[in-house]
């Protein structure tokens, strides 16, 4: 990744190395010992200014693809159709993700999002509200909507609960608010995710292992070339 660099520095070790002659003992191994201070510290500092060069352009390709397709496959375990998705971050007090769609619990299957998320409590646990509700109330279903914010976090959301295919009939108390608790804890729960991998793409170890697999090289400012 730094090969112009080492190789420059890597020269001026070698010469004292292959001249030792020239030098006290002493001396020698001061002198070495400073070329290899430097080498290592000059080394460091090309790679953090190559990984800051990555952060700033490295994603700029949809990163997040395959965390959208594994939401939409949960959303359908939870009875959810996804009509899009949105999101902002990771820096931002009003970055959040949300979705539009529609919720019909007659499709839900809790068993299969068990079997593909054995170990995720917080899914686990928006689909056991999400069934207590549909147990309670067999016609439910919920229109989600965003509302005009030009935020993207999940109280964006609208959800609108409808019993009985009747958008005018009243509701019991506290129904809507249970399903729409439920729903935009999903939504938390895809910002969650989308945080977590951008923040894994963003390590030093991965942006590393990027650029050393492109074998991009840099200058020792963190300019690329060639």
């Known amino acids: 990744m730094l090969t112009e660099l080492e190789k420059e520095l890597l020269e001026a070790l ?7 002659v020239k030098l006290s003992r002493s001396e020698y191994k ?4 400073c070329l290899e201070t430097i080498v290592k510290e000059a080394i460091q500092k090309a790679k953090g200014k190559a990984r800051a060069w990555y952060k700033e352009t490295g994603l700029d390709y949809p990163w997040h693809e395959s965390d959208y397709e594994d939401f939409d496959t949960i959303a359908g375990f939870l009875g959810l159709y996804v009509k899009e998705k949105r999101f902002s971050g990771f820096w931002s007090q009003g970055d959040g993700a949300s979705f539009s769609g529609r919720w019909n619990p007659e499709t839900m ?3 299969a999002l068990k079997e593909y998320a054995p170990k995720d409590e917080t899914l686990h646990k928006i689909g056991a509200e999400l069934l207590a509700v549909k147990t309670e109330f067999e016609s439910v279903r919920a229109n ?9 976090h999940s109280n964006t959301m609208q959800v609108d609960v409808i019993l009985n295919d009747d958008i005018y009939q009243d509701l019991p108390e ?15 729960w895809l910002y969650s995710v989308l945080e977590n991998t951008y923040e894994a793409l963003n390590s030093d170890e991965c942006i590393s292992e990027v650029i050393t697999a492109n074998e991009y090289t840099f200058t020792e400012s963190g300019k690329r070339f060639g």
């Open 14 to 20: 070698e010469e004292v190395a292959n001249n030792p």
């Open 30 to 33: 001061i002198s070495r010992w």
């Open 109 to 111: 299957d809790l068993t």
């Open 144 to 152: 989600i909507s965003f509302s005009n914010s030009r935020y993207c």
């Open 174 to 188: 506290g129904l809507e608010r249970r399903v729409e608790r439920a729903i935009k804890s999903l939504a938390d």
